[in-house]
């Protein structure tokens, strides 16, 4: 696949860098350039990151790094067995347990939310740091609601960090969670409530917690260019009309239709 001139690979995360210094100095910038488009797409294009991902995998599948990055790629795009198989190689070569949480979610991907709670009561959560603590929360919850337990996934976003006021990278995701949820149990006060709360801390637009917060008050967003557009086309339509009729009406004393050279006399 293209890579574009202004990717030289040292964009790359510096962790990353040093693992692929395993490799040859030729093929660990062509991983590198990969990498760095997996990154650089993930968001906007995921199949085009999932492209570079496969790329990058069958050039070096024995760096940890590539196969997180593969993994990821895949996740975006809704490959679970994939990514979890890819996730399961990464932690296997380095033993760390950071991925925990998003294999946990590949499970639910596959319809096992049973297994990822299963997950989430293991050892392994407790090494987890504060973000993949939370991480590892809002997927507990998401599998209760994949069951049908709203309650319990009300309980389970319960946490010191959603009461907390400190706002840090996950509060936004974690208040949009529990009021996604308190609305899903037909608690729509305190769900708006909650959703107030995540615009307030959602700084980045990582969630569209505005937007719920502005339907729950009755708010409808117009299109402006779309109502321009649809005025521009009712008044051509007319216009067209306009003139057949007065083509139509133009008829000589006998009833027989005007030769297109009279008209223009």
Known sequence: MPIPEDVTGDEIDKDVRQELQS?????????AKNLVMVARL?????????GYSKVALRLASRVAAVREAAGF???ANQKY???LAE??????????VEL???MADCERGLGRPEKALDMAGAPEVHKLDKAGQVEMRLVAAGARRDMDQLDAAIVTLQSPELASNSVQPWTARLRYAYADALLAAGR???????????????KDGSTDASDRLAELDGVEFVDAFADEEDEGDGEAAEKVVEGVAEVEDVEDADGEDVEEGDLKD
């Open 23 to 31: 490799l040859p100095k030729g093929l660990a910038e062509d991983v």
């Open 42 to 50: 993930i968001d906007e294009d995921p199949e085009g990151a999932y």
């Open 73 to 75: 790629a895949a996740y």
């Open 81 to 83: 067995s994939e990514a």
């Open 87 to 96: 996730f399961r190689a990464a932690r296997r070569m380095t033993g760390n």
């Open 100 to 102: 925990w949480p998003v």
């Open 188 to 202: 729509e006060s305190e769900a708006r409530e909650w959703f107030a709360k995540a615009v307030e801390s959602d």
